[in-house]
Every structure is written in structure tokens, then in C-alpha cells.
């Protein structure tokens, strides 16, 4: 279910913001198991699997709709991919939520960019053709 919705607002067939809240909001809601579900996401659309990192990768990064000094947005800029999420996944309960924004975020630009060049002439990605 939550899985639906990520892609659904990774391909704008939901608005972001409602999108966001609607995760958040579920009364099911489980930071790791949509921690998980969005990381392997975000790693999955990044092309340069040596390291995860990609132009289009810190542009998401540079543009998540948060206030650029909040931790889970000064851990992902200052630290490797891998190193970053690991850190991530540890933080109180109270960075939850915007680091569920956050990846939402990267997710959206990653997985856009992705779609529009590898995927663009149809792919086999079941995520990828959802109505
Ligand atoms: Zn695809």
C-alpha cells in the first residue's frame, strides 16, 4: 500500500505535500518498514551503484522543500550516500518525519530523472506502471 503511494507521488500522480501526509498520517505508520521501502527505492534509481552518487542525486539533495539546517538535511549533505542513510535510520523519533519528507524528495527527483532517460522508451519496472 505505502509502497503505492510513494510512486504515485514519485510520478506526480499525487500531490507532494498531500502525498507526504498521507504516509505520515497513517495510523499503520512504521518509520523503518517506509525508511526501508524508500531507501532501497532511492538506491535502486540512482545510476552510479559504486557509490550512489549522481549529479541529479545531490540536486535532490540541494532542493528537499525543508529548512536546510534540520539534521536529517545536514547528515545527507555532509556524509556518503550509504554512510548517510545508516545515520539516518538512527535518529530520534522526533527527525522522523522530515526524514520521510526528505527521501520522498530525493526519491521524486531520482526516480523522475530515471524515468525520463533509461525508462523512457518502456521498461519492465512493475513500479513504473502502476495507474
Ligand atoms: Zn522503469
Redesign the pocket.
Known sequence: MTSNLINLIAQNKIDFNSGCKAILNDSNFDFQLVFTELRNYIFNALPDKANYNSETYQKALNTIPLKPTYTPLVILKSFSTQIAFNKLQKLPKSEHEKIIISLLWVFKQT?TE??LT??KN????A???IE
Open positions: 526516480d530515471r524515468r533509461v525508462c518502456g521498461c519492465n519496472h513500479w513504473h506502471n
